[in-house]
């Protein structure tokens, strides 16, 4: 079975697309850029969804939901986000079908004409804000802090499964504040929960930063990511949380009554995270034999396989295995039994292997009579034979030694991948060689950053929030910079 | 605040409305049918979707996500379904904005216009069956048990807040299975799920039963319901779960290879709910001084009102309640400390009674020289007094009584609501004055149904699953009938 992936040396993106098709996580659909995603991809996003929800409610968001559709002229409301935003979408024009006259098939019904398009929503800032005006009066109605679970649709050209989509699963927080300090502190707070799940759940490193300007989100006054680097030395922006000052609001006219009895714009924040998650997660710790997962996103952490002849030899395995499986659950672990009669063991070790499942528990005639269990890690290939009585504790340590492995391993293919260069060519030469992180000095201009973009394809993902104040010259111009941005080739 | 509640003796439909709005549970949109469900209605949606989450993972269902997309060319493969679920739809042309060259905002770009229209999904049966076609070849890949969690649209003309509204949310399951039987098994399963749902979580009876031919949906052979009885006398369809034969699998060409070798095609089920429920809860339960929640689908199931006239008086209160509110967390009761100080008491009841939180407890500074706490049910409006230290006993008492109670009350007033008829004339003067269900006998012609329809607005709720044989002649023709139908006017 793992024969069937492409190795990562060969062709990373085939292999990547291999893993998400074989391993059972989504596939192309027979609508152009959208996908299906599979159970086995959806368990997971969903470990994802709720996880990320605990810890909105956490911080005291609640969750709402705003319509599908919106009217085309609220696109047109904010300057910025027209031009980023209501380009490439999906626009409904008509609200009927009709039979065709001529006896083939069904026709869009001409006189089902809608007065206004109604664009399939990009992102909600528009439909929300302008909602939000009939919610806010005075400052007792501040903040609002409410997130949507939703589905968005941007017409991309080249799609590829969980990173670019038509249609895409995602969360977007839309906040309401009496002050620009709050917003601001809201942006911040959001980012550096998005930072902590990719570090504890998703075991991902990832740098927390500002955008620079011409990456900025179209409306936003500041722009926060957290960015991950890939095992091609790409770097992925994983979700961002927008500062968006009183933009919105001055576009949708949202005013309140301050304490001091004045009108004021409210201030805004919005922030997001979408299933691109997915495609992070499968790149970040992924190998050539399929998918390698996190014990703490695996639908199944542990997957028992009996090794058996005949029907009295697995009697006596699954006798063990419901008892081992009995103590595991009682300690928050999810196992599945593979006792399926028409596969035989090295395939189901090899499908498990594929689909990523933390740890793999063999058990055959000779371990029953020793006592014992072969216990496989899913992130080192490891094997060891563990006693029955010991299995519980050792595998719940197990689990926790592979989240932390995961991270660990990651951090430093990250910290291998990051240099520092002073030099344009050098910057050229480790971008077109090596890729990874390029730490380098910046004017701070849209024009030398277009520039680089142009010629080696690299963008700044971001200016770190923790990145120290060094003087130095841009490597493009020599003038003066204060602090150095990161560069990388990305998704 | 409960006054702005229009009573339902003066004006239902407004009462209904009232309750949506000022309860904070939804609100129209700026998209003309689109409503926005707010925090507190969506927090009850979400206590609603989990639990029938975990009903269908306990009966062995996966989730899964299909694309929101439908080529037009779909809804043609299947006759029946193109009559039920082509027309009314949203129907997407184009896939791209641009500026106005006369500088008015932004047009459709007519370059970008799609070479197939794609429908917004109504429901879901012709993409998920054209992509089973690619995961079906054997009898071993069946059955496939697959739910979906998604939004569709049905451009309805007349809408109402949860009840009939253009774009909602629902769950879809979509089975596919190897025999009838098994399917048939599938689809009476999924409905029982619905009632059992309905009755304990909602507490709201249903009548379990199948859909008469013409009331079935399109493209199923044998349609199941529940059906509910509202305050006004009006039946509303809660819930659906349908057995479709073969009919998309041929449409589609799904066919697998069976245990003796044979090319066969699928059987099929699909079943579903919606944010209708929300909807039917409201109807259900509440009264003239607003909603009415069952403590099971309540957020907020206990709500503590401190009655004090100075600092040193919260303070003290404050240290009770906040030790009564630890005790009923360890319980897994959810409580609310309503602590505000811009707003009196007498304000705060009527809000919480107006949100149907289930129990209300008010401490003034006599409960804390006597030791005790005034409680009041939602449901009766009753209060005593009770003593802080069976506090906690009492309210996982009451809130479990509550619950009981509101489920006998219903069943009460639809037994008092259901008559048996046996002429037309009785017939119409009982849907004329009193409305309810009818049982009545009926020659089981769709002549006969859309003749009553048509004369009364009655429509077949269903035959109830458990509606006993008994011969009996037609009210209308005089034709044999071996078994009543439930007739109703109908949301």
């Known amino acids: 079975m793992a024969k069937e992936i492409t190795s990562r040396s060969e062709n990373y993106s085939q292999w990547y697309n291999d893993i998400v098709v074989k ?49 085309k002229s609220f696109f047109s409301r904010e300057a910025a986000h027209v031009e980023g935003f209501a380009k490439e979408c999906a626009v409904v024009t008509h609200y009927r079908l009709k039979n065709d006259p001529n006896g083939k098939g069904i026709i869009v019904d001409e006189d089902a004409k809608l007065e206004e398009e109604l664009i399939v929503r990009p992102t909600s800032e528009t439909i929300i804000w302008n909602t939000y005006k009939t919610w806010i009066q005075s400052y007792r109605d501040l903040p609002i802090l409410i997130n949507q679970w939703a589905n968005v649709v941007r017409w991309e050209m080249r799609t590829r499964l969980f990173l670019r989509t038509a249609e895409f699963l995602w969360q977007e927080g839309h906040t ?32 927390v930063g500002r955008k620079s300007e011409s990456e900025r989100f179209a409306g936003a006054v500041d722009t926060y990511t957290i960015e991950a680097l890939m095992q091609d030395g790409k770097a992925l922006q994983a979700g961002t949380s927008h500062f968006l000052g009183q ?12 304490k001091e009895g004045q ?64 103590q595991l659950h009682s300690k928050g672990v999810t196992t599945y039994y593979d006792n399926r009669d028409n596969y035989k063991p090295g395939f189901k070790f090899a499908e498990h292997e594929m689909r990523g499942v933390p740890v793999r528990v063999a058990i055959g005639p000779k371990d029953i009579e020793k006592g014992t269990a072969e216990v496989a890690r899913r992130d080192t290939l490891q094997k060891q034979f563990v006693a029955q009585e010991h299995l519980t504790d050792t595998i719940v340590a197990l689990l926790d030694d592979i989240q932390q492995n995961l991270y660990k391993r990651a951090l430093e293919f990250r910290e291998s991948s990051t240099v520092k260069v002073d030099s344009y060519d050098e910057f050229k030469k480790v971008i077109a060689e090596k890729g990874g992180f390029v730490m380098a000095h910046w004017d701070g201009t849209p024009e030398t950053e277009a520039l680089i973009k142009e010629e080696t394809k690299a963008t700044i993902r971001c200016i770190p929030l923790d990145m120290p104040e060094e003087d130095g010259k841009c490597i493009v111009t020599g003038k003066p910079s204060k602090r150095r941005a990161i560069f990388a080739q990305a998704y």
């Not at 996003?45 to 599908?68: C, I, S, V």
């Not at 933009?247 to 301050?258: E, P, Q, T, W, Y």
Request: negative net charge; hydrophobic residues 45%; proline residues 5%.
């Open 247 to 258: 933009n919105f609001a001055k576009a949708f006219d949202v005013k309140f009554l301050n």
């Open 23 to 71: 391993a059972g996580l989504a596939d192309y659909s027979a609508v152009r850029g959208c996908m299906v995603i599979k159970p086995y991809g959806y368990a997971i996003w969903e470990k994802m969804r709720d996880q990320l929800d605990r810890m909105f409610k956490e911080t005291g968001h609640q969750n709402a939901y705003f319509p599908l559709f919106i009217p």
């Open 263 to 326: 009108q004021e714009y409210v201030w805004a924040t919005s922030w997001g995270v979408s299933t691109r998650l997915m495609g992070a997660l499968v790149m970040t710790h992924s190998d050539d034999n399929g998918l390698v997962l996190p014990p703490k996103l695996a639908p199944t952490q542990v997957v028992f396989v009996p090794i058996y002849k005949n029907d009295e030899e697995l009697s006596t395995i699954t006798q063990v295995v419901e008892k081992l499986r009995a």
């Open 176 to 207: 309401a504040h009496a002050t620009m300090d709050e917003a601001v502190e809201e942006a911040e707070r959001m980012i550096n929960v998005y930072a902590s799940f990719a570090r504890e759940w998703m075991a991902m490193p990832v740098l």
